[in-house]
């Protein structure tokens, strides 16, 4: 059985840190592509970040400079290091699969607020 469980979110002050991780289960981890998306609240979802299978990285503008995705195929777990958050940083966060096949995770929610 496929699962992608999201953690790691919470309620934090604009300036902040938090890190999400993704932990996956079900299939073969180091094969697939990992994303972080995010839904702000009444929005469209949007892709905040992607790591290939062989670790190469590539980020939205908004999130250059202040997001690092990182991955560990050993523990089967993606990683988003998010800092100096914004309020316009509050989101739903998911994770997703991609290779043969597209995998979605539940979610966890971030709120950045004073």
């Known amino acids: 059985q496929v699962q992608l469980v999201e953690s790691g979110g919470g309620l934090v002050q604009p300036g902040g840190s938090l890190r999400l991780s993704c932990v996956a289960s079900?299939?073969?981890?180091?094969?697939?592509?990992m994303s972080w998306y995010r839904q702000p609240p009444g929005k469209e979802r949007e892709l905040v970040a992607v790591?290939?299978?062989?670790?190469?990285?590539n980020y939205a503008e908004f999130v250059k400079g202040r997001f690092t995705i990182f991955r560990d195929n050993g523990k089967n777990t993606v990683y988003l290091q998010m800092n100096s958050l914004k309020p316009e940083d509050t989101a739903v966060y998911s994770c997703?699969?991609?290779?043969?096949?597209?995998?979605w995770g539940q979610g966890t929610q971030v709120t950045v607020s004073s």
């Open positions: 997703s699969a991609k290779w043969l096949l597209t995998y």
């Open positions: 079900g299939f073969t981890f180091s094969n697939y592509a």
């Open positions: 790591i290939s299978s062989a670790g190469g990285r």
